[in-house]
């Protein structure tokens, strides 16, 4: 298979960093839009990707326990699951989850925008690395650098090992063909 993560890699957009590739992968998007995707590894994905944001959601809730947004953006990740909410409710929860992370720094700031991420699975489901990659680079800034690679490799391996059978190849393919574009935390 060609390198699905085209050749723009990491870009910016405004003040924030973008992570999907140039090319989509079709394998991730839905089959009514043309990919491959069903609803039900969709769904899976959403899950997950709320998994690795909730993961790391108390390093942003220590210093912003009166901010909702995060954790209510893994919230609507689920509930557009269950059928809940639809994508746009979801998809906004996961800017606003953003949104709190504007003025933060460090792991606060990558957990925040993990759960951001979690959201907006939802409308593409390429954001399930966003989620997972920011929760890795929250970690690794919550200990002191000389820990931050163990740290981080155990978050990965963390991840993982909660991946469903149903999208584990899928997932571990596209974390390998989308690594560099990731910060490369996908190294574990």
Not at 50 to 62: G, K, N, R, S
Not at 120 to 126: I, S
Not at 169 to 174: H, N, T
Request: glycine residues 8%.
């Amino acid at each position: 298979m060609a390198n699905v993560a085209g050749s723009a890699g990491k870009w910016s957009k405004g003040r924030r960093t973008v992570i999907l590739s140039t090319i989509r992968d079709p394998r991730l998007i839905t089959i009514r839009r043309g990919g491959t995707l069903t609803d039900a590894d969709h769904h899976l994905i959403a899950l997950w990707a709320a998994e690795c944001a909730e993961h790391v959601l108390p390093l942003f809730e220590a210093v912003k326990p009166d901010d909702p947004r995060p954790r209510e953006a893994i919230e609507h990740a689920r509930a557009w699951v269950r059928g809940e909410v639809k994508m746009m409710v979801a998809r906004a929860a996961g800017g606003h989850a953003m949104g709190a992370a504007r003025d933060l720094r460090g792991a606060p700031r990558h957990a925040a925008y993990a759960a951001g991420q979690a959201g907006a699975v939802a409308h593409v489901a390429a954001h399930d690395l966003g989620a997972a990659a920011y929760a890795i680079k929250a970690v690794r800034a919550s200990v002191p650098a000389a820990e931050a690679e163990a740290a981080g490799r155990r978050e990965c391996q963390w991840q993982r090992d909660q991946l469903p059978d149903a999208i584990r190849e899928l997932v571990l393919d596209d974390q390998r063909l989308r690594n560099d574009i990731c910060w490369s935390v996908f190294e574990c």
